[in-house]
């Protein structure tokens, strides 16, 4: 059975549009707690969310279909993912939900959900609740006193920060350092400096004044410009940019240069390498990441397995073969020791942590590797199956004899727009571009 609902990080669309309606967020919460009642206990579930105006609606619709199928509902009220994460086990929950559209602007919203060990849904559970979605449900909802209560829970914030502080050692102090932290006004405007701040940092705060709309607004991770002007204008010795719900992190170095993902798991991996600390002999990430931290760790005699986008099949990877670190180059890093799910915070307290033990300064120690030329474009199409043309066919197996062994070529659907992704790399750029025009002009012709 095909994906009705769900795309690669849970449900996600415009807010009161299809599939983000209430009615939906509301069935949701039905099958979700029907699907993960597995004893007579009392069932319970963690809600958090992000700052987005439609969270509310979309919390309240939740908060509905769960007390209807008789589990008790405790509300965290703006957390980041990874603290609802860490939550959902902590509280002993049955099942865990953010309401978060991540990166995406303030008009969408998204669901995602996470099991009672705090990782997020395998395909096969999803499946089972898509399939109820459809269903009937009103037989098995809960009536009389098995109906579920819903409180907020306070003290949720105090956990998260000192859960935040402990995954570094207790000796390590950020005294003398100079943070501006990009909050993007988004889950971790509160707890995210405060980490920062009481483990001795001198911290300078923007995007930090969440209205509903503003989140991911020309801040955040996904504008990292506004943090670069910010470092430079303060002479900051490090920026940190957070996505809108907080599971990504950019760096910004004192230079004003932004290191992604792939760099900040080579800084990691080096270190924890060095430290016998890094299982498994590697780490994993996707195959969007930069053939340059795949030399990189070869280099190191270290190794890189690869799995399709997505921060849930990283760790599901991971999980399977023992490794410890792993992300995406976007900046979602996932490192199990501490955690179930990407932890933008956290990730970034790991490279202070290497940038405070080297003595150096953050682009010396975050510049791994030369990134090897990376080319990606988008194609919109609206309908049909424009990779299934003859033409794109031709000119996808042109452009991978044409880059031969010296680079990569990565054709995917994307997982939550109609749109298809087309990357290639490698050590020629004017080749790499002449590949990805040619596969775009097909696309386009195709989707016409």
């Known amino acids: 059975m095909g994906r009705k609902y769900f795309g690669t990080d849970g449900i996600r669309g415009t807010a009161n549009r299809h599939p983000m309606t209430p009615e939906?967020?509301?069935?949701?919460?039905?099958?979700?707690?029907?699907?993960?009642?597995?004893?007579?206990?009392?069932?319970?579930?963690?809600?958090?969310?992000?700052?987005?105006?439609?969270s509310y609606m979309i919390e309240n619709a939740m908060v509905a279909g769960f007390t209807s199928a008789g589990m008790d509902v405790f509300l965290l009220g703006p957390m980041p993912t990874p603290a609802v994460a860490m939550l959902t086990r902590s509280?002993?929950?049955?099942?865990?939900?953010m309401i978060s559209a991540s990166h995406n602007p303030f008009e969408d919203n998204g669901i995602k959900l996470f099991g009672p060990e705090g990782y997020k849904l395998s395909d096969d559970i999803e499946r089972t609740i898509e399939g109820l979605l459809d269903e009937d449900l009103s037989a098995r909802l809960a009536t009389g006193s098995r109906l579920g209560r819903a409180k907020r829970v306070d003290g949720v914030h105090d956990r998260y920060i000192e859960f935040a502080k402990r995954t570094l050692p207790r000796e390590l102090s950020l005294e003398?350092?100079?943070?501006?932290?990009?909050?993007?006004?988004?889950?971790?405007?509160?707890?995210?400096?405060?980490?920062?701040?009481?483990?001795?940092?001198?911290?300078?705060?923007?995007?930090?004044?969440?209205?509903?709309?503003?989140?991911?607004d020309n801040c955040g991770s996904t504008a990292p410009a506004t943090l670069a002007a910010k470092v430079k204008e303060v002479r900051a010795d490090i920026g940190i940019a957070l996505?809108?719900?907080?599971?990504?992190?950019?760096?910004?170095?004192?230079?004003?240069?932004?290191v992604d993902g792939d760099q900040l798991m080579a800084v990691i991996a080096e270190s924890w390498s060095e430290d016998g600390r890094l299982a498994a002999g590697g780490i994993v990430a996707t195959i969007m990441s930069n053939l340059g931290l795949e030399?990189?760790?070869?280099?190191?005699?270290?190794?890189l397995a690869r799995t399709k986008v997505g921060d849930r099949y990283v760790v599901e990877h991971m999980r399977e073969h023992g490794y410890n670190v792993g992300g995406e180059q976007s900046g979602h890093i996932v490192l199990s020791d501490f955690g179930t799910t990407g932890d933008?915070?956290?990730?970034?307290?790991?490279?202070?942590?290497?940038?405070?033990r080297k003595g150096g300064t953050v682009s010396e120690v975050c510049r791994r590797f030369d990134p090897v030329p990376q080319i990606?474009?988008?194609?919109?199409?609206?309908?049909?199956?424009?990779?299934?043309r003859d033409r794109v066919q031709d000119a996808i197996s042109a452009g991978r004899e044409r880059l031969g062994n010296s680079g990569r070529l990565v054709i995917r659907p994307s997982g939550t727009e109609p749109l298809i992704r087309v990357m290639?790399?490698?050590d020629d750029r004017a080749l790499v571009s002449s590949v990805v025009d040619d596969i775009v002009g097909a696309l386009k012709q195709a989707a016409a």
């Open 295 to 303: 030399r990189f760790l070869e280099a190191r005699h270290l190794q």
């Open 176 to 216: 003398g350092i100079r943070v501006a932290i990009d909050c993007a006004n988004g889950a971790g405007y509160s707890v995210a400096p405060e980490v920062l701040w009481e483990l001795g940092a001198e911290v300078i705060k923007i995007g930090i004044s969440p209205d509903g709309t503003n989140i991911n």
């Open 344 to 356: 933008g915070l956290v990730s970034a307290l790991q490279v202070l942590a290497v940038v405070k």
């Open 91 to 97: 509280l002993r929950a049955d099942i865990g939900v």
């Open 376 to 388: 990606l474009k988008n194609v919109r199409f609206a309908g049909g199956e424009p990779l299934e």
């Open 24 to 54: 939906i967020a509301m069935k949701v919460g039905m099958a979700a707690g029907l699907a993960f009642q597995r004893g007579s206990y009392r069932h319970r579930v963690v809600i958090g969310k992000d700052t987005r105006l439609s």
């Open 243 to 258: 996505d809108g719900d907080a599971d990504r992190v950019l760096i910004v170095d004192e230079r004003a240069s932004v």
């Open 424 to 426: 290639a790399e490698g």
